[in-house]
């Protein structure tokens, strides 16, 4: 059956933060969500990305007209044809966004049309995903820092937790001494978001590992620095891993990032790097390289492609985006015993758009 797309409605939702947040190289009070809408045989595919409100426009010009009349069955094959029309404009960054939203919502569309949820169509190598809790922003006191990192164990179950470093690196020891203290015996991580340099990033990876078990240094120097990035994986503490990757917009910066020998494990957001579609290209590349994948922010919209990635570790359970998807979407994941799994009662990614409710953020 051929069932052509209909009509493609995008819109900017910007939230702001429920109190000022920062990372190792970044600050922001606000976050802006661009919601997807695409119609065709009865049903509407939601899809959705992290960008800026100028996607939204992208989406309802050049990318609604690539796809208009398309097989809603077929998703790759409008996605391979929203990757040739920005081919002129530069692929990477906000067009990358744009066409993620629209792959996923085109995916959800599809498993609508077929009454089935997505990881049944994709096909699952798991039941449920686990989750690690993550923020610990650089801006929060040791109070805040304290309740959320324990919250996300005490309430959640998580087995690890994640905080950022790197604004003020003296400070880092003791905050990350705080966390450590708050968790108990669960599993530190720290993301740096590029703010170290080598030495600066190994020195502490040795005060981290040796004296706070923390296991996981995600951008220990700026993941645009490869053979940097190799340079700490093969220093640091053996028990402490590297990761990076959630800035990838295609295929080619994966295949980069794993020739380089730059992670131990790697990192993908499927509302940048193209969607379901996109997502799965990455997850051969980590299968093929014998490299786990974990799922970076986004849990609601990864979760079903995520059961059906192979090798695929966890998810990160991003205090701004959980926040964000349980207040827009009816259906978003609650963790038990710090695992997430898809209502298999719902089809396509399960999720509702709560519009009423996203009026007042409208951007
Ligand atoms: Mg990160």
Redesign the pocket.
């Known amino acids: 059956m051929h069932v052509p797309v209909e009509t493609v409605s995008a819109d900017a939702y910007t939230v702001p933060t429920d109190s000022p947040e920062a990372d190792g190289t970044f600050a922001w009070t606000s976050t802006t969500i661009i919601v997807v809408e695409v119609q065709g045989g009865g049903h509407i595919g939601l899809g959705y990305t992290y960008s800026d409100r100028s996607v939204a426009e992208l989406i309802r010009g050049k990318l609604a007209e690539c796809v208009h009349g398309r097989d809603v069955m077929d998703p790759p094959a409008a996605w391979r044809a929203m990757t040739r029309a920005v081919r002129n404009m530069g692929r990477d960054g906000l067009a990358a966004t744009a066409i993620s939203a629209l792959d996923v919502a085109l995916w959800d569309l599809k498993c609508k049309l077929l009454n089935l949820p997505l990881a049944q169509l994709l096909g699952r190598a798991r039941d449920a995903v686990p989750i690690y809790g993550s923020g610990g922003f650089t801006t929060y006191s040791d109070d805040q820092l304290r309740s959320q990192l324990a919250g996300w164990v005490e309430n959640d179950g998580c087995r690890w937790v994640k905080m950022k470093v790197g604004t003020q690196p003296d400070r880092d020891p003791h905050r990350v001494a705080v966390a450590k203290r708050a968790i108990g015996d669960r599993t530190l991580f720290v ?1 740096a ?1 590029g703010a170290y340099s080598a030495r600066q990033a190994l020195m502490l990876a040795e005060i981290f590992m040796q004296e706070h078990d923390v296991r996981w240094f ?2 220990p120097v700026s993941s645009d620095d490869l053979s940097g990035m190799r340079y700490v994986r093969e220093r640091q503490p053996l028990r402490m891993e590297l990761a990076a990757g ?1 800035y990838g917009y295609d295929i080619d910066y994966f295949r980069r990032m794993l020739d380089a020998g730059a992670v131990d494990v790697q990192q993908a957001d499927a509302t940048r790097c193209g969607g379901v579609t996109g997502f799965l290209l990455a997850a051969a590349l980590c299968e093929a390289h014998h490299i786990d994948l974990s799922g970076h922010c986004a849990p609601a919209l990864h979760l079903h492609m995520a059961c059906a990635a192979p090798r695929f570790r966890h998810l990160e359970w991003f205090h701004d985006h959980v926040r964000i998807e349980h207040m827009l979407f009816d259906g978003a994941p609650a963790p038990d015993d710090g695992l997430i799994r898809p209502d298999l009662s719902r089809p396509g990614l399960g999720l509702d758009f709560k519009r009423s409710d996203a009026a007042r953020f409208k951007a």
Do not use: F, T, W, Y
């Open positions: 993301d978001n995600e951008e959630e």
